[in-house]
């Protein structure tokens, strides 16, 4: 790791994990990921925001000493997830006159996972103000990004917001700055998509307030920094707006091509009616991709043989993810084939009991699919037509 400048007495310290394949045994991670810590030096005081994960701390350390610091008088906690905290024990054995600086839930989260002497905090409210000698950093709350004490620490002299996990991206690379504009919007959409999309409102109150400050510079937790901040919230003011894009997502599973011959059928006849379609043989699929898609879709429709009197476990698993994601979507629907008798609707809804989209009625299929069973898909076709239509014209 090597310090990397984003302005005077303003770096980057980066640890990249490059071969990190989940997150929390809960997230893949295709491109790895990245711990950013900053360190601001003023006048009088010189800071760090933020740490690094524990599996990082010894590279996390080097890279201080290499630096020559002499002190460190302030270590801000953002957020108290091990991802960003878990280096700080390690700092104050480096610098023990160092100061913790973060809110009082902050500090208590922090407390709960590690051994750090409360008189080592300072607690700050929303708002407040700290001095570095020319350098000043304003502390903003932005609760529930993602979890209930996330803030934000804006360094007001060069107008750079730290704003944690908030507006990151899952993206392990050597690049300072988010310049692959492309590869960052794919790796931030997964970050949103599995992270922040449940807390959406949170998500806009605190895009608020980081729009508010009219940053030159976003340089979160994860992922590169942001030079051009119009391109990070711009994205996440689509993501979490009300608006839909006209698409159908469906996670869909077949044991005997059944449910499958349902679902190819149902594709070309929505692709007939202009709505573009994306299939995901959740099987196999990267929970990622799903949530991914999920975004912004107006429309899912679970395909399901039935098991046991119910969805497929993998169905049911997808089922259960957007249920906890939460995303906007607007419609919904059931569909898939069964043997003797099906509870399928019954159980999936449970499972979707958080998720309140409009759903149409299913269309369940006794075996294979025939001509009656084909005109009930074109009915759904077509309501999932006239519903889109109707939200295009609204
Ligand atoms: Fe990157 Fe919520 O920790």
Redesign the pocket.
Known sequence: MIPMKIKDNVYSLRSNHWDRKM?DELVPLPEG?T?NSYLVRGAEKTALIDTAYPPKTASYIAALKAMGLQKVDYIVSN??????SGSIPAVLQMFPEAKVVTNPRCKGLIRDALAIDPRAFIDVKDGDRLSLGGKTLRFIYTPWV??PE?MATFLEEDRVVFP??FL?SHLATTDLFAHDEARVEVAAKRYYAE?MMPYRPHCRNALERITALEPEVIAP??GPVYDKPAFILDLYRQWTSNDVKPEVVIPYVSMYENTAAMVEYLTDRLVERGLPVRPFDVVAVDSGDLSMALVEASTVVFATPTVLGGPHPSIAQAAYLVNILLPKTRFAALIGSYGWGTTMPDVLGELLSQFKPKFFDPVLVKGAPREDDYRALDQLADAIAEANAALAAD
């Open positions: 997150f990921t711990y957020h108290a997830e091990q991802d960003h993602h979890w996330t944690c996990d990151g992270i937790s994860h």
